[in-house]
T-cell receptor, first 114, second 108 residues
């Protein structure tokens, strides 16, 4: 059963703690992405990766970090430096970025920081 | 960068009605996708349609790339069509830019 999985579905943390969100795909896609969505808003790109061991900042990378040690996995760490971390986080993947490409999304993780 | 507008921002329909959602973008694009975000937050791919017309059941989409807009048609709407519809556009090697979405409510 191919697809993108994100865990956990809901996550609660105290202010000042780092937290890591998981994203795994078995679609054999080269590119992976992390987006943030605030209530009633569209999606904004945090980080993306086109290949293992390489990643690039998106529009709102401050306070976040990522790694891409395996093709299947692209975890996102929300650090204590992120001023407003409470949001819905969506992971996506695509076959490549070089030409026509279609993104596929995971179910998302809702992070609440108090 | 590319700007994306969607209209209308909100739409309320009675079950069985038809609707048209619009996506305008400020520059030429090679990639365009329509998504439906269901009440649980999952983004579901509807169409990959950088140009031309596609149909899938009660849904169809048309992109006129030269005039920088795309339309999503929903016919005989059902309550399960409720949610937010996003248009996302981009170019080769560049990131997708998402529009603000159209929130659709279909009443029984």
């Amino acid at each position: 059963d191919g697809g993108i999985t994100q865990s956990p579905k809901y996550l609660f943390r105290k202010e000042g703690q780092n937290v890591t969100l998981s994203c795994e795909q078995n679609l054999n896609h080269d590119a992976m992405y992390w987006y943030r969505q605030d209530p009633g808003q569209g999606l904004r790109l945090i980080y993306y990766s086109q290949i293992v061991n390489d990643f690039q900042k998106g529009d709102i990378a401050e306070g976040y970090s990522v790694s891409r040690e395996k093709k299947e996995s692209f975890p996102l760490t929300v650090t204590s430096a992120q001023k407003n971390p409470t949001a819905f986080y969506l992971c996506a993947s695509s076959p490549s970025r070089r030409s026509h490409y279609e993104q596929y999304f995971g179910p998302g993780t809702r992070l609440t920081v108090t | 960068g590319i700007q994306v507008e969607q209209s209308p921002p909100d739409l309320i329909l009675q079950e069985g009605a038809n609707s048209t959602l619009r996506c305008n973008f400020s520059d030429s694009v090679n990639n365009l996708q329509w998504f439906h975000q269901n009440p649980w937050g999952q983004l579901i791919n509807l169409f990959y349609i950088p140009s031309g017309t596609k149909q899938n059941g009660r849904l169809s989409a048309t992109t006129v790339a030269t005039e920088r807009y795309s339309l999503l048609y929903i016919s005989s709407s059902q309550t399960t069509d409720s949610g937010v519809y996003f248009c996302a556009v981009g170019n080769y090697g560049q990131n997708f830019v998402f529009g603000p979405g159209t929130r659709l409510s279909v009443l029984p």
